[in-house]
T-cell receptor, first 114, second 117 residues
Framework: GENVEQHPSTLSVQEGDSAVIKCTYSDSASNYFPWYKQELGKGPQLIIDIRSNVGEKKDQRIAVTLNKTAKHFSLHITETQPEDSAVYFCAARGIYNQGGKLIFGQGTELSVKP | EAEVAQSPRYKITEKSQAVAFWCDPISGHATLYWYRQILGQGPELLVQFQDESVVDDSQLPKDRFSAERLKGVDSTLKIQPAELGDSAMYLC???????????????FGQGTRLTVV
């Protein structure tokens, strides 16, 4: 089945710097890749997603890139702010073999220091 | 803004007791998921419903866990008997389309934090 690896597990940056989180997936049939932000004690919140028919998507300070050949995708956060501190999860979803279920990475705890 | 509702938010139970969680998905969402998230890890799927039917329960420990979505709307996840290793966050998520449509977002509720003592 699908496996998603996420790195790094922890990331500390200074306010204003950029943060990059990387994920790789195993199932070439996967075609939808969302990113979720989870604050302490809360459920995951979708922040951006990308479909396999595009290579990059941007929403203000957040961008996601996808390399289907290499089967990896990345989250880029620019001009980080303290409120960006949270755990970020990547996920992948396929079509036929997985029934639409999301397979999550292990998470990255991002800390933005003022 | 529509949300996935879950209750209770927190639950403490003794091992060997029964416990139940409730989820009300976003109106009109045919697909409902129950995920379990152990502290420090990503969510893992327990069961997926399409309307009232189970489409994936391969990771559900069926000797102690059960899930139902009788009218294809809200859902209940039950554990009986609870074990210490069941301590985790139980997340419910919903998605508008069914298994054949892949490009729709899944929205999560706030979760139920279960502690088994």
């Amino acid at each position: 089945g699908e496996n998603v690896e996420q790195h790094p597990s922890t990331l500390s940056v200074q306010e204003g710097d950029s943060a990059v989180i990387k994920c790789t997936y195993s199932d070439s049939a996967s075609n939808y890749f969302p990113w979720y932000k989870q604050e302490l004690g809360k459920g995951p919140q979708l922040i951006i997603d990308i479909r396999s028919n595009v290579g990059e998507k941007k929403d203000q300070r957040i961008a996601v890139t996808l390399n289907k050949t290499a089967k990896h995708f990345s989250l880029h956060i620019t001009e980080t702010q303290p409120e960006d501190s949270a755990v970020y999860f990547c996920a992948a979803r396929g079509i036929y073999n997985q029934g639409g279920k999301l397979i999550f990475g292990q998470g990255t705890e991002l800390s933005v220091k003022p | 803004e529509a949300e996935v509702a879950q209750s209770p938010r927190y639950k403490i139970t003794e091992k060997s007791q029964a416990v139940a969680f409730w989820c009300d998905p976003i109106s009109g969402h045919a697909t409902l998921y129950w995920y379990r998230q152990i502290l420090g890890q990503g969510p893992e799927l327990l069961v997926q419903f399409q309307d009232e039917s189970v489409v994936d329960d391969s990771q559900l420990p069926k000797d102690r866990f059960s899930a139902e979505r009788l009218k294809g709307v809200d859902s209940t996840l039950k554990i009986q008997p609870a074990e210490l290793g069941d301590s985790a966050m139980y997340l419910c998520a919903s998605r508008r389309s069914g298994t054949g449509a892949v490009n729709t977002e899944a929205f999560f509720g706030q979760g139920t934090r279960l502690t088994v003592v």
